[in-house]
């Protein structure tokens, strides 16, 4: 029998955001979900660190907590190759060209959509690739 780990939260000195450790993306039912879903309404923003997802496990995850909001940019520059639901933003360029959305444009605070009459609850950032520091 596989013996799964327990989902744990780590406060990371802020009051908005708290890592979340032991939740496998491989793995996870109901329950795990509803937990990460506990922890999400009472710190508004989760780290999973130092974990490789696909985005096919992205997507599947993210429909857990409603249906998908296509941002504007999706249909414009941000569009992934293969998945919709999926904002590419990326401050990289290939043959001269930007291999995302927004590049570093929208690196303050800011909120996603607000415009909608019912906008999302939530967005799923993944960072891909990340500096050192």
Known sequence: MLTKTKITTVENG???????????????????????????????????????????????????FGKAVIHPKQLQEGA?????????IANTTKDGKPTGAMGNSEAGWHTDTWFYERPPAGALLRAVEVPPT
């Open 14 to 64: 802020s009051s908005v955001c708290a890592d979340v450790v032991g939740f496998d993306f491989n793995n996870y039912d109901a329950a795990d979900v509803a937990e990460v879903r506990k922890i999400w309404l009472q710190y508004g923003v989760l780290r999973f660190r130092e974990i490789n997802i696909s985005d096919e496990q992205h997507i599947a995850f993210s429909r857990h």
């Open 80 to 88: 992934h190759p293969t998945q919709k639901e999926i904002l590419v």
